[in-house]
């Protein structure tokens, strides 16, 4: 991928956007001079040294690569001709049959990274339609390996299901954590003692994983077998419908990510 490459960011003012574009600077994929990025009303405080625009259609012709970073709902009104460049969706939902029809390009891309992209540490699925060339995948592989790692799936429904399980992520460690500083302070702690303590416990636990590359059944299974404190924790929230929740929780993600790809 040459630092050469214009890329052009829809909806670069949003959070996402502007976290993807931060990590592919940071890992020296492209110059700021080359990135574009569309904004609705009020130009953001930001990439100073990038172009900025309120028109969408501009955007996407001064670049190679149009990245699409809105909602759903807001990406419906958006009529934007790609002239068959490649088109890199971030959204939810979006099939690639409708990017492919909305912004004339058969180069089109679906991918969904999440919230850790901000610091270089989301995951990220995707799957590129049949046009899509070896050069094109270069650049994504590239893109979003700056922002964390990344994995070519086989299908679309891979996508809408890693969705609720990768893409929504980072909420679901805040969850659980919500629910732990919760009860430390029902119990009487300090909220910020139950606050420190229960942040620690999350990021220390995803860098234990990460660090040794463990299955994490794997290390549920070391705890349970140790018969202490831990075990007995685990075994009472599974008997309280822990698994199932989860499970739950991700069906729900991926039946709302098929439901706003037949909306579009």
């Not at 729900?252 to 579009?264: C, I, T």
Request: charged share 20%; glycine share 10%; proline share 4%.
């Amino acid at each position: 991928m040459s630092v050469s490459l214009r890329i052009g960011i829809i909806g670069g003012g949003g959070w996402l956007g502007g976290a993807i574009a931060g990590s592919i600077i940071d890992a020296g994929l492209v110059n700021a001079r080359n990135l574009s990025f569309s904004y609705r009303s009020q130009r953001p405080d930001r990439f100073p040294n990038s172009f900025w625009t309120p028109d969408n259609q501009a955007l996407a012709d001064r670049s190679d690569v149009v990245l699409l970073s809105v909602r759903p709902d807001d990406w419906r009104p958006i009529d934007v001709d790609a002239g068959g460049k490649l088109v890199i969706s971030v959204m939810a939902g979006i099939g690639l049959d409708a990017l492919s029809q909305r912004h004339k390009t058969g180069r089109v891309v679906r991918a969904l990274p999440n919230a850790a992209a901000e610091v270089a540490k989301s995951y990220t699925p995707w799957i590129g339609a049949s046009d899509v060339t070896e050069d094109d995948r270069t650049v994504v592989r590239a893109i979003f390996d700056a922002c964390g790692s990344e994995d070519e799936v086989a299908k679309e429904s891979d996508v809408d299901y890693l969705t609720g399980l990768s893409g929504s992520g980072p909420a679901f460690p805040a969850l659980l954590a919500a629910a732990m500083m919760n009860d430390a302070v029902a119990r009487g702690l300090p909220a910020e003692i139950a606050r420190r303590a229960v942040n620690t416990v999350i990021s220390g636990a995803g860098r234990l994983l990460e660090r040794h590359g463990e299955n994490p059944d794997d290390v549920v299974q070391t705890f349970l077998d140790y018969r202490g404190t831990t075990a007995a924790a685990i075994e009472g929230m599974r008997a309280a419908g822990f698994d199932a929740s989860v499970a739950k929780g991700l069906s729900a993600a991926f039946e709302r990510s098929v439901s706003m790809g037949k909306a579009s």
